[in-house]
């Protein structure tokens, strides 16, 4: 390799100086290190981490160069610039992890392929556990979580908006709005990435099982059963698709996915059908008594596991489940729904449901924004205000009333489960509300319907205008009442993306007025 050089004119972040980019920047290229303790597993306390000094320097070798960059941001613009490589986007086509992404950085840097063949290249050759070997030592690109590039790039770009808005000094303002440049270009690669090439970073099927323990482990609890059994417009929905269509499941071969208690298996052995109910919670040691008592062991097999590890002797002509979360998306069993499609549906086959539709409104309830978030301002005579931001961003659930609904309703989504991917469960899209009254809108209020296409068709909404449901309606508050009047249209746009490593919640990005709120799901 040649002599390493470093950047002539590299844009300082650890000196005071005309140049300097801000203190919180810094801060945010040093988060971007992954912490590890001896063994090589990442430290249980992240902030531990956070809190190391904003003058540390991360000197970042580039793939293709030797040229030294000074922070790992820093080098992927370089690569851009310099190479036209953008790392994001190469990370996106492939749906590299982590140990993907630390793979590709040894192949490169020991096989040295120029830029231009490496964007070409179709197969991931890097994959071979020989690239585990890190070629540099402290590779500085080793250590980047690549995960958190998208958020991070958000989280940078507001930082500079915030910091320099007015700002005087023209060859600062040069340089915060190359970098701005840069990051943008990043984001948007990866999600043009995500829309045209079909690929997606990570679903519910990648995950290691010591990951997703906890999340099979709150279905192995029976209040959560009893709730789900206990609301009627959930059950009777999916017992009238099945019974009130027993022409097409008599005789057929169905796959009851995620079945908990066996409920949906029951239904299905009813109207004619031989059913193979899966899941991976040992609420399954349950159902399996329940068939047993209900004397239906002839017409349900029953097996314990995760849909993405299991085989099956024979595809089914239906897939039933009730995989749906809370703003429909929230804990990501979409995902091995869809994989349960790709790979063991029948030609002709059918999803119950087979479609399902998003919705968002306004809603006018004081009474609840004052004792959610009023309540912050004077706590026993003490100010605790700085509550109130994060309270706001954690979306909540609850049951609107009727009479709180204060504009239309705007369909964000519509997904025909038989065609769409794991990435589709992502996106952007514009919405309008139409004012019905004068008030304030203190939450706008998320919920969905869903639909089983049937020749005797069966439909259920969760919305504040039909009877509750058990997912009652996600609530996304304002951190300030917006006045409105009536026959006024509010326009936004919604964006709904998964969290990067915990795949089962959701990050949401509501704008609104020209404001960016961001919510989590989770």
Not at 166 to 176: D, H, K, S, V
Request: a negative charge; hydrophobic letters at 35%; charged letters at 25%.
């Amino acid at each position: 390799m040649p002599a390493l050089e470093e950047d002539p004119s590299p844009p300082s972040i650890h000196h005071r100086t005309q140049h300097q980019l801000p203190s919180t920047y810094n801060s945010l290229v040093s988060k971007e290190v992954m912490a590890c303790d001896s063994d090589g597993s990442e430290y249980e306390d992240e902030e531990e981490w956070e809190e190391i000094e904003e003058s540390v320097s991360i000197k970042t070798v580039c793939l293709f160069c030797p040229v030294i960059s000074y922070s790992v941001t820093t080098c992927l613009a370089h690569m851009i610039d310099a190479h036209g490589f953008d790392c994001m986007s190469f990370v996106c086509k492939f749906s590299l992890d982590q140990v993907g992404f630390i793979k590709l950085v040894n192949y490169v840097r020991k096989e040295c392929p120029s830029p231009e063949d490496l964007i070409k290249q179709e197969k991931d050759v890097w994959m071979n556990n020989d690239y585990m070997k890190p070629v540099l030592n402290d590779d500085a690109l080793l250590m980047y979580d690549i995960e958190e590039l998208v958020n991070r790039s958000d989280e940078v770009e507001s930082e500079y908006e915030r910091s320099y808005k007015g700002a005087t000094c023209e060859e600062l303002q040069e340089i915060i709005n190359k970098q701005r440049e840069v990051m943008q270009r990043m984001l948007q690669a990866a999600q043009a990435n995500s829309k045209t090439d079909k690929v997606w970073a990570r679903t519910v099927g990648d995950m290691r099982p010591e990951e997703d323990e906890g999340y099979f482990y709150s279905y192995a609890h029976f209040d959560i059963h009893h709730e789900m059994l206990s609301d009627s417009v959930r059950t009777e929905s999916y017992r009238a698709a099945l019974l009130e269509n027993t022409e097409m499941v008599r005789g057929k071969k169905v796959l009851d996915l995620g079945c908990g208690t066996g409920i949906l298996s029951l239904f299905s052995a009813k109207a004619g059908a031989t059913v193979t109910a899966v899941d991976m919670s040992d609420v399954l040691f349950q159902a399996i008594d329940i068939v047993r008592e209900n004397k239906m062991e002839s017409s349900i097999t029953l097996l314990k596991g995760r849909l993405e590890d299991l085989n099956f002797e024979h595809h089914f002509d239906f897939i039933v489940s009730e995989w749906m979360g809370y703003f429909l998306l929230f804990e990501g069993m979409l995902d091995s729904v869809l994989h349960a499609r790709d790979h063991h549906l029948a030609p002709g086959g059918t999803l119950l449901p087979n479609r399902c539709t998003m919705h968002l409104l306004g809603a006018d309830d004081m009474d609840t924004y004052n004792k959610l978030v009023v309540f912050w301002d004077d706590v026993y005579g003490f100010k605790m205000s700085c509550m109130k931001q994060e309270v706001v961003k954690e979306a909540s659930t609850d049951v609107v009333k009727s009479e709180n609904i204060i504009t239309t309703a705007a369909k964000i989504a519509d997904f025909d489960l038989m065609k769409i991917q794991p990435s589709d469960t992502e996106f952007t899209t514009k919405f309008s509300l139409a004012v019905s009254r004068q008030g304030q809108i203190t939450t706008l209020v998320g919920y969905f319907d869903t639909f089983f296409d049937l020749p005797h068709p069966v439909y259920f909404s969760t919305g504040p205008h039909a009877k509750p449901t058990h997912w009652k309606q996600t609530l996304f508050y304002l951190p300030k009442p917006k006045p409105v009047s009536a026959g006024e249209v509010l326009e936004g746009s919604i964006s709904v993306r998964r969290k990067r490593r915990e795949v089962r919640s959701l990050d949401v990005s509501i704008n609104l007025d020209g404001q960016t709120l961001r919510y989590v799901v989770e």
